[in-house]
Antibody, heavy 119, light 111 residues
Framework: EVQLVESGGGLVQPGGSLRLSCAAS????????MNWVRQAPGKGLEWVSY????????YYADSVKGRFTISRDNPKNSLYLQMNSLRAEDTALYYC????????????WGQGTLVTVSS | QPVLTQSSSASASLGSSVKLTCTLS???????IAWHQQQPGKAPRYLMK???????NKGSGVPDRFAGSSSGADRYLTISNLQSEDEADYYC?????????FGGGTKLTVL
């Protein structure tokens, strides 16, 4: 069974930093592209970042470019999101999501970790 | 990059059928999309991948009541024999030019 478990969320002040983690199990992690998607309270889904299976290709949404860094550790079956210079508008539930094989679409989601940026 | 347009809300009676629409912006009518369901208070769940031809592939455990179809730039999700647990937000998703795009979501109410 595919499982994605996020952790690392919490309350942080504006301008602060936070590192999210996603532990993957139930599939061969190194074969799959991964993503972070967020959802602000009461709002829709917003894609944040993409990383290829090897980690060699990375993309970001314009809203986080230059502030967030996605990375992965294949031997540890883990995905990460380093978030710097956090703003109030970054407050959201952050989901780790797996990309399908052969298609650039998502097929599994984690349960999410909540990030709150507030003074 | 494509824009995905969804109605903000829909409603249908228990046991009936409903057809939700996701419309691709001009020039993107051949794009493949995915449908995702988000029940209240839960994480999204992948439902299916849907091609412009109308061919679709459902995720593991998705009931037979869920089906996909396409017409031009429109991608449809039809839910038959509506159950109370189908009350949820439904999002469509696609990818283009190194960017993932989601529709605004349709909130489905089961009456």
């Amino acid at each position: 069974e595919v499982q994605l478990v996020e952790s690392g969320g919490g309350l942080v002040q504006p301008g602060g930093s936070l590192r999210l983690s996603c532990a993957a199990s139930g599939f061969t992690f190194r074969n799959y592209e991964m993503n972070w998607v967020r959802q602000a309270p009461g709002k829709g889904l917003e894609w944040v970042s993409y990383i290829s299976n090897s980690g060699s290709t990375i993309y970001y949404a314009d809203s986080v470019k230059g502030r967030f860094t996605i990375s992965r550790d294949n031997p540890k079956n883990s995905l990460y999101l380093q978030m710097n210079s956090l703003r109030a508008e970054d407050t959201a539930l952050y989901y780790c999501a797996r990309g399908m094989l052969w298609e650039l679409l998502l097929d599994y989601w984690g349960q999410g970790t909540l990030v709150t940026v507030s003074s | 990059q494509p824009v995905l347009t969804q109605s903000s809300s829909a409603s249908a009676s228990l046991g009936s059928s409903v057809k939700l629409t996701c419309t691709l912006s001009s020039g993107h009518s051949r794009y493949i999309i995915a449908w995702h369901q988000q029940q209240p208070g839960k994480a999204p769940r992948y439902l299916m991948k849907l091609e412009g031809s109308g061919s679709y592939n459902k995720g593991s455990g998705v009931p037979d009541r869920f089906a996909g179809s396409s017409s031009g730039a429109d991608r449809y999700l039809t839910i038959s024999n509506l159950q109370s647990e189908d009350e949820a937000d439904y999002y469509c998703e696609t990818w283009d030019s190194n960017t993932r795009v989601f529709g605004g979501g349709t909130k489905l109410t089961v009456l």
